[in-house]
């Protein structure tokens, strides 16, 4: 046990380090923008007419000392951390006095509620899929299978383009815009969910089917590769049933189906970005959308750092899991390299 | 083994490296359908981006001819964007930059796996120790992450930072690959014997290790090259786009921007998805139809 606890403690270290890096290039790439991105916005603040001169001053004044960009770098790079330890990812450029992390959290939910029954669903009937069209040719390998393959080297956003022209604007089946009516505000009641169910069914829909089609075309490789292998020919000449055969393949061929289940969940923020900027839903990519037009550098910042979390706990949980199950890594984890 | 003198070496390092070519090539001998029809639409589209332009006389994309989303016409064969644009116009060009910064990023990526892969499986100790380790740092940081960054980072983005910007964070899995191809090879006879023969470091590496490589190296950039435009149209889409010029993903942006889809113009969304589904789809089906080629394993199938 002591030997994985090594392992575990190397993995430990190699994700802190990638974590210090991705940390260091989120706090200083947007600081690299020529200028000082203050005066970006405050001079769009007005020329927009939005602001008297004199509130822009106080504006500019405020930023500058909320982000203490009048301190030197490693001043704010303290700063900056000291804040991420707190959980404060600081104001919003384009809607102060509102804090990022509000900003997050108000839209965060939405991308999940979208996101992760589609990663779930599209995974599930992926891999099922997958194994029928390997085991049983026929129709569903020749007539079912093509089309999802079709589907799956579709960029994502252009299935959900036309999926959202064809059943909302051609068709009005389904509504063209939003997360709930635009009429209504999010109330726990039944015209409300209504309303967010007929809003989801496209954007789901759109995802699912991209899903299931990259699974099933993954899950169909691995099944074939694994019916052809040595050991289930052993197997089959040594008479072991068949049942027990396709448990051995199966077992094969799932260790990277759920690895991809886990990363698919871990990097789920980044994965409907443009989904949901095509369905104009009020999510995180929308919410991203929105601030790289307002030139909203604390709120992108957060976001990519909410992105980089996820992938990062996935990839270490991931990595550690397979220490458990794949006897591979197991074996030379511990023994020789 | 018969004694190897430096003639032997040479001749055989270029009898390896035409058996190489020869392999490469023979793949027009074993044309399958699939090839056939992905290769066939690539050069349609090639030629459309890079040859359509000057055929047809129209070179500048930017040209306000029309009204806000005028409908297809015998003048404007796909209507006008939001701007009055020529979506025709703007189709050709916009192929055309997405199909450049393809290039470049797949270029670059392929360079940059070369050089990190070869050097990290060759030399191997610590050399490979740091650079593999480099590698997999890079492979956890989520490339949209460091897209969005360098991205907003750079205020003006011509076509060539896009493509360098892509370059720079798909790299990886081919520096990967290369390493693990290399270390098999670097152990191969013929290398011993070029080595023997006192050839240095670098020309080993080009004639005796990469030769064997190539085949790989085609496929990685057929992907790469997918991968490139298709992260260029996300983050056009995201508006981060190149500046002042027009990409499928540019073409995207403005139509969702200014809501071609809700208003049912057609022609404002459905000429850039279509073009970007085809590249993606066709890139593809030629890296499945030539790897079932030089694969004899995924052959019998």
Redesign the interface.
């Known amino acids: 046990m002591t030997r994985f606890h090594s392992y575990l403690m190397n993995k430990i270290l190699?994700?802190a380090?990638?974590f210090c890096?991705?940390l260091t290039?989120?706090f200083l790439?947007?600081r690299?923008?020529?200028g000082n991105p203050v005066d970006v916005i405050v001079s769009e603040m007005t020329t927009g007419g939005a602001l008297s001169s004199e509130a822009a001053k106080g504006v500019y004044t405020a930023y500058i000392a909320e982000f203490g960009l009048d301190k030197p770098m490693h001043e704010q790079f303290l700063r900056y951390m000291g804040n991420l330890a707190r959980g404060d990812l600081g104001i919003s450029f384009a809607r102060s006095p509102a804090r990022v992390q509000t900003l997050i959290a108000q839209a965060l939910p939405w991308t999940i509620a979208l996101q992760l029954p589609a990663i779930l669903t599209g995974w599930t009937l992926g891999n099922l899929l997958g194994v029928l069209t390997a085991y049983r040719k026929g129709v569903l390998d020749r007539g079912v299978f093509p089309i999802f393959m079709?589907i799956s080297?579709?960029?994502y956003?252009?299935l959900a383009?036309?999926l959202?022209?064809l059943f909302?604007?051609?068709f009005t089946i389904f509504p063209?815009?939003g997360g709930y009516s635009f009429a209504m505000t999010p109330a726990p009641t039944w015209e409300f969910f209504r309303s967010a169910a007929e809003h989801y069914v496209l954007p789901f829909s759109s995802l699912v089917l991209i899903f299931i089609g990259g699974q099933s075309v993954g899950m169909r490789a691995m099944s074939?590769y694994e019916l052809d292998a040595d050991y289930v020919r052993y197997s089959r000449s040594l008479g072991v049933a068949d049942n027990r055969i396709i448990a051995y393949i199966f077992r094969n061929a799932m260790l990277p189906q759920i690895t991809g289940l886990a990363l698919a969940i871990g990097?789920m923020v980044?994965g409907a970005?443009?989904t949901e900027?095509?369905f104009s839903y009020p999510g995180i990519g929308s919410l991203?959308?929105g601030s790289?037009?307002q030139?909203d550098?604390p709120v992108?910042?957060g976001i990519?750092l909410l992105?980089?979390i996820g992938?990062?706990i996935a990839?270490f949980l991931v990595d550690i899991a397979y220490g458990f199950i794949d006897p591979r890594i197991r074996a030379r984890t511990i023994g020789e390299r | 083994m018969t004694v190897a003198t430096s003639e032997h070496a040479s001749f055989d390092s270029g009898s390896v490296f035409l058996t190489g070519l020869r392999k490469f090539f023979g793949i027009f001998g074993m044309i399958n359908r699939r090839l056939l029809f992905s290769g066939c639409m690539l050069v349609l589209v090639v030629g459309f981006g890079v040859l359509g332009p000057i055929i047809l006389g129209r070179d500048n994309p930017m040209k306000t001819v029309g009204g806000l989303y005028d409908p297809p016409s015998a003048t404007l064969w796909l209507g006008s964007d939001n701007f009055g644009r020529d979506v025709f116009t703007q189709l050709m060009h916009g192929t055309r930059t997405s199909l450049i910064i393809g290039v470049i990023a797949g270029l670059e990526a392929i360079l940059i796996g070369l050089l990190i892969g070869t050097m990290a499986g060759y030399l191997g100790g610590i050399v490979e120790e740091v650079l593999m380790a480099f590698t997999n740092v890079v492979i956890t940081i989520p490339s949209i992450v460091i897209l969005i960054l360098l991205s907003i980072a750079i205020s003006t983005r011509s076509i060539f930072a896009m493509g360098l910007i892509i370059g720079l964070t798909s790299w990886p899995w081919t520096a990967r690959a290369v390493r693990a191809q290399t270390s098999s090879l670097r152990t191969r006879e013929h290398v011993d014997i070029a080595r023997l023969s006192g050839a240095g470091t670098l020309s080993l590496i080009i004639w005796e290790i990469l030769p064997y490589m190539l085949s790989y190296v085609v496929m990685a950039f057929v992907l790469q090259l997918n991968t490139g435009i298709l992260q260029e149209a996300a983050l056009s889409m995201l508006g981060l786009g190149p500046s002042n010029t027009i990409s499928l993903g540019q073409m995207l942006h403005w139509a969702l921007l200014w809501e071609s889809v809700r208003t049912g113009a057609w022609w404002g969304f459905v000429p850039p998805a279509l073009f970007l589904t085809l590249i993606a789809f066709s890139l593809l089906l030629l890296q499945a139809s030539v790897d079932e080629i030089l694969n004899p394993r995924l052959r019998k199938r």
Do not use: E, G
């Open positions: 190699w994700f380090l990638a890096i991705a290039l989120n790439l947007p690299l923008i020529p079709f080297s579709m960029p956003y252009c383009i036309i959202l022209y909302a604007v051609h063209v815009a074939i990097s980044s970005l443009i900027i095509v991203l959308f790289i037009r030139n550098y992108i910042q990519t992105i980089m992938v990062l990839n």
